[in-house]
């Protein structure tokens, strides 16, 4: 599966590594992206998902809008379009 990644740096096509939350298989490619807790508590990794689907891998405390997941607590199960800030 893909993650193509839209950042205020460019637009990125990375490769989902099995066993990788979204943000770990980001960060594999060197695509500089906020974390923080990396838990799904303080909002620092959220983004748009603006196609496909993802599953959490823990319930996320952070708020978010209708749009918007986790990257450090997902997974994607179909190939994905993020944007960042
Ligand atoms: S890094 Fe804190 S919610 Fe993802």
Redesign the pocket.
């Known amino acids: 599966m893909n993650i193509k990644t839209h950042t205020k740096n460019g637009t990125f096509h990375v490769p989902f590594f099995d066993g990788d939350s979204v943000l770990q298989s980001i960060e594999r490619q060197d695509v500089d992206v906020q974390?923080?807790?990396?838990?799904?508590?303080?909002?620092?990794?959220k983004c748009k998902l603006k196609s496909g689907q993802v599953e959490y891998t823990v319930d996320p405390l952070?708020y978010m809008e209708d749009d918007e997941i986790?990257?450090?607590?997902t997974i994607p199960v179909t190939n994905i379009e993020i944007e960042f800030d």
């Open positions: 974390s923080h807790c990396r838990d799904g508590f303080c909002g620092a990794c952070a986790l990257t450090c607590c």
